[in-house]
């Protein structure tokens, strides 16, 4: 198998590896993505090594998974190059759990999901922020998987998957035009300010669960396919348009909540709990 043995990609280019069926070997212990960078893993290759291996991002610099895939050890880790402030991990493709398990990211760089569906099951330190944009571009938190400690915007179609509860609220998250399927979960999200902060415009969607939503203020989101349970006492939501709640929706309002729908027309198909509306 061809051989990595140095421990850093040129400068201010792009290295992309291709192949059919092709195996890349890391040999040293380490593989540096330098400032100006993008390395790019396509389709039908392996990057590998038998033995741990970190692979550091500099400033600038641009790791990118656009369909091969890692063939490392559990211990393999992504970090950062010393001050570097704007590295970015570019997932182009799907990847992750249960296929190809992805090693634990670290450091002060972005993740950006593009297309695909990339899953995380592993608890992730990253301090930069995660992007999930793009029709067909899915993030997929899975078991224990989580995202960094940055934001997390989720825009123009792309979805976060949730498959446990409370997953959601790991960090200030915003929805613009992007969906939010709870797979099956139940979540929970507070309106009127919080930290950390969930928001979601009224062109985003919620599917596929029960979103718990507590607090004084406004939502916007629709909701298709899912339960919107308004909960605790003295919370009062407001809704932003008319017919937020789909035909496949429904509504569950608890006693001493209230739902208030701010002088729009709702219809609703199960409108359920001692609340007011």
Known sequence: APSITSAATSANG?????????????????LTVT??????????????????????IGNGAT???????????????FANAPGATSGVLSFTSSYGYPANTLPTFSGNFAVNVTSGNV??????????TTTIS????????????????GAMTVTNDGTLALTAANQLGQTPTSFANGLLD?????????????SPAVTMDRFST????????????????????????????GSAVQLVSSNQIGTAGSVQVSSG?????????????????????
């Open 14 to 30: 792009t290295f992309s590896v291709t192949g059919s069926q092709g195996f890349i070997d890391v040999v040293t212990p380490s």
């Open 119 to 128: 899953v995380f099951n592993q608890a992730n330190s990253y301090t930069g």
């Open 35 to 56: 400032s100006g960078t993008q390395f790019v893993l396509n389709p039908n290759v392996n990057l590998g090594n038998h033995s741990s291996t970190t692979i550091t």
């Open 182 to 194: 709870l797979g099956g979960t139940t979540q929970s999200m507070t309106v009127g300010g919080t």
């Open 134 to 149: 793009g029709s067909g571009a899915i993030l997929t938190l899975s078991g224990s998987g989580t995202v960094g400690q």
């Open 206 to 233: 919620v599917k596929n669960g029960t979103l718990s939503v507590s607090g004084s203020g406004s939502f916007a989101a629709n909701v298709t396919g899912a339960v919107l349970s308004i909960d605790g006492s």
């Open 257 to 277: 909540a209230t739902l208030d729908l701010n002088g729009h027309s709702q219809t609703f198909d199960t409108l359920a709990g001692l609340g007011a509306v």
């Open 63 to 77: 790791f990118q998974f656009a369909g091969g895939f890692l063939n490392l050890p559990s211990t393999t880790t």
